[in-house]
C-alpha cells in the first residue's frame, strides 16, 4: 500500500542489481513521521543495507519513491540530500583529528568558519568528546571513534539520520551504552532516524517503528509491541525473541473461560487471545507467557519435563504437552524444582496468545 503521509515517505522501493534474477528489495511502503526512528530489521542479505543506501542516495533505486517532507528525492544526488549518515566500519579520515573529521561536512557547505568551530564543539559535547577534540582518530578507543563518527552525521542538522549497523563493532557492554546514547541524542534533537540491525533486541528497546525484513520484502512494519505481541508472520514471530509456534490450534469459548485446544495436548486455559483467524491457524506463545507447575491448576494441560536449564535470573524448561514441544521460561525466583522426565503441568499466565492466520 503507497502510503500517503509521514516526514519519510517510501513507496513501492525496489532494487534489482541484475536484470533477470530476483530483486534485493522488492516493492517496500513504509512510513515514518517526523522525529521517529526506524530499525530496519532482518537476517543478513534480506535486503536492509540497500533499503538504507537508497534513502541515502547511494544506490539508485530500480522502482519506486522515497520522499522526505513531501519532497521527491528518489533520483536526488547524495550531496543535495540532507543526510547524516553513520557506517559500520566509521569511514573516519585517519589523517585528521577529531574536530577536523566531525567539521568536513560543514566545510563542504560552505559554512563560515566561526560557526564550523562552534557547531563542531557543541556536537562533540553531545558525544562526549569535548575533551578530545584534538586528539588523533588512530589513538582513539572503537566506542570513541563510533561518538565521532555520530558527531559528524548530526552536525550539519540533517533531515534525516542514518545508520547502517554502527554498534556491530563494539563489545556487548560497549553496545548496551552506546544504544542508549544513540537513542538518546536522536530524541533530544528530534531528528528522523533509520537504523539497520539484525539485532532484534537494539531494534526492540531503541525504535519507534520497526521494519521487519526478509528476502527483500517488507514481512510487517509497526511499533515494537505490534512485531512483538502481534506478528503477522511465523518468520516475525521466530526471528524477534522466541517463540512456541503450535500449528492447527483451535480458539475455544466455553462460558466466559478462553481456551485454546493444542493437537493432542488437551484444552489451555488462556486469559485473553489476539488474531484475525482464531480457529486452525498457529497459535504463538512466548516462552513466558506459559508457567511450570507441580500441582495442576484448573485449565493447565499435562506436560512431562524434557529439560530444565538454569540462567541465573531464569529457569529455560522444554517441557512435552501431548505432541507439542513448548519452551516455558519462569524466574528462577519461582520455578517449581522439576527432575528431567517427571511429570508437571503447563498453564498460561496473564499475557495474551497470538494466532498466525495460515
Ligand atoms: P547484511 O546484514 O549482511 O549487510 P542486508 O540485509 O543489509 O545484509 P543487502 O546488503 O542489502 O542485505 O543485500 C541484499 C541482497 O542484495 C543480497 O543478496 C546481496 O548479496 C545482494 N547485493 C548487495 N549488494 C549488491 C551489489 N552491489 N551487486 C549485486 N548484488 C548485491
Redesign the pocket.
Known sequence: MPSTSGYLQIDSLTKR??EGTAP?VDSVSLSVDEGEFLALL?P???????TLRMIAGLIDPTAGTVKVAGKDITHAPVYKRSVGMVFQSYALFPHLDVKSNVAYGLQMRRVPKAEITTKVLEALELVRLGHLADRRITALSGGQQQRVALARAIVINPQLFLMDEPLSNLDAKLRDVMRNEIRGIQQRMGITSVF?T?DQGEALTMADKIAVMSEGTLEQFGTPSDIYERPATRFVAEFVGQANLVEGATFVRAGSASMIELPGAGRLAVPRVSGTQLNGATAMIRPHQLQVRSVARDGDIPARIRSSVYLGDTIQYEVEAGKNILKVQMFADGAPALAVGSEAAVGASTDCVHFIAA
Open positions: 542489481y541484475k534485493a532482518g543478513s542479505g534480506c535486503g536492509k543495507t540497500t539497520v539484525h
